[in-house]
């Protein structure tokens, strides 16, 4: 498989980008940018055989995973952008908010049931981190020592809210409690919540 760099991971955002803006992806996109970093440094420690779980913003995973450019890109162009689901590769999205915390967590149970040697990771954004779902996971996962990882990639936002304002919450309460099972990185995203900024902004 190929090692991806940083410059690899943007190239395909913009690729994305100028083929959304230019009117050939049809159905909602959501991007990443300056969270390449992060993302590498937290996929040298994923293996094939390790589960990953995903929200509807979830291309530089698919990659980082092993998913070929081409399928991957293909699959944004047919509109599956944001329910990416590769199961050859174990990578999977949900387009509802925390739907891929409960598979993620069944999945980590099961693993820990059989005595298999994987991982469960399980990427969600700041907003989706404090809603009662992921909390309670948070605890759970932690309670009973199941093999995952919870990502919390937070850029401040929830769509165009402010995350802090919103619980009345600073820290959010992942910051301020210590979770062994919970990776938390902050990264100031460039594109809206989705679109590329020139055709659609919801």
């Not at 909602?28 to 969270?35: G, W």
């Not at 925390?98 to 099961?110: H, M, R």
């Amino acid at each position: 498989m190929k090692k991806l760099t940083e410059s690899d991971l943007i190239a395909f955002e913009n690729k994305v980008a100028d083929s959304f803006n230019a009117g050939g992806i049809r159905a909602p996109i959501h991007l990443y940018s300056n969270n390449e970093t992060e993302m590498i440094s937290i996929f040298n420690n994923i293996s094939p055989s390790d589960w990953v779980f995903c929200s509807w913003r979830s291309h530089y995973q698919c990659l980082l995973k092993g998913v070929p450019e081409e399928k991957l890109f293909q699959a944004i162009l047919e509109g599956r952008s944001i329910a990416l689901c590769f199961p050859e590769y174990r990578i999977f999205s949900s387009a509802i908010v925390a739907g891929q915390v409960s598979w993620a967590i069944g999945v980590a149970i099961d693993i820990k049931r059989k005595n298999k040697l994987e991982s469960v990771w399980c990427f969600l954004g700041d907003m989706t981190s404090e809603v009662g779902i992921s909390q309670t996971a948070f605890r759970y996962a932690a309670q009973f020592d199941l093999p995952i990882t919870f990502v919390v990639e937070d850029n401040g936002v929830s769509v165009m809210t402010d995350t802090r304002k919103t619980w009345g919450n600073k820290p959010l309460r992942f910051e301020s409690e210590e979770n062994p099972k919970v990776i938390h990185y902050s990264y100031k995203n460039k594109y809206p919540h989705a679109g590329a900024g020139l055709r659609v902004n919801f």
